[in-house]
Each structure stands twice: as C-alpha cells, then as structure tokens.
C-alpha cells in the first residue's frame, strides 16, 4: 500500500538554534509539525499543530519553503509534501504536550551529529538560515536536488 501525505512543518528558531522533535518510539528528529487533515485549511493545520504539540499560540509565520520527499517505513512507500513555515510564536517553548516525543534544540555542530528528516529539510533549513531565499528540495532515497 502507497501513501500521500501534505505535511506542515514549523521552523522555531531561539538564538540561533532550531527547535526539533525527537520521535520516542521510532528513534529520529525531525522538524515540529503534522498532517494536513483532508477539508482543514493550511493556516489552521499550522495552528493546530503547534498548540497541540507545544501549548504555543503563533504569533507570525511565513512559507519559506516545500520539500518533497519519498521515503519506505514498515515496509510501506510514502510520499510526502512538507510546507514549511518559518514561526514566531508569543513564547519560546520546548516542553511536549505529547507521551511519544521530545523538543530540543539543535545548533549547526548538533546538525552535523545527529540526522533529522526529511534530510533534504535540514540541508534546505541549514542554507536558508544564510540567504533567506524561498526553497524546494526533493528527498529521493537519501538524495537530496535543490531546486530554483
């Protein structure tokens, strides 16, 4: 069975570091966010995401970037398109609202040391902390296409 998801992901910076999710059960980091549920608008999929992980209201945000990405988990294909919004949100918050994962912060040097997913995110979020410039990546297999 093949599945297609429309991801939001949430770009929280605090100091120069970005904020990231530690999955509990699978063992990998990834960037705050969910599933757009089908008939739910983007804006309110992104507000939604963020309240019920972190217990955070939005205070700004801003589309700065998609990554398509392909990936196989339990033996099953996934496609998934992430929108990714640069948030400010009211606070800074870190602590979870759910049991199976974690929030840290993560500099350059953690970046290099630990892998968080999609991987063309990270490469794409690491090269947008520098220009600024609106992105499209593609994730194929661990290979990462940036795209103009």
Not at 27 to 41: A, N, V
Not at 45 to 65: D, N, P, Q, T, W
Not at 84 to 109: G, M, T, W, Y
Request: hydrophobic fraction near 40%.
């Amino acid at each position: 069975m093949e599945n297609f998801e429309l991801c939001i992901r949430t770009i929280i910076q605090n100091k120069g570091k970005f904020l990231v999710c530690f999955h509990k059960e699978k063992i990998y980091y990834f960037f705050p966010g969910g599933h757009l549920e089908f008939g739910e608008s983007i804006p309110h999929a992104l507000f939604r995401e963020v309240k019920e992980e972190l217990r955070i209201k939005i205070k700004k945000f801003s589309l700065i970037g998609l990554v398509d990405n392909f990936y196989e988990e339990e033996g099953k294909k996934h496609h998934e398109i992430n929108l990714v919004f640069h948030v400010i949100p009211e606070k800074i918050a870190s602590e979870s609202r759910e049991d199976h994962i974690s929030f840290f912060f993560f500099d350059k040097k953690k970046f290099k040391k630990e892998k968080v997913l999609p991987i063309a995110l990270e490469k794409a979020i690491l090269k947008w902390q520098k220009d600024k410039k609106f992105f499209w990546a593609s994730q194929i297999k661990e290979k990462t296409i940036f795209h103009k």
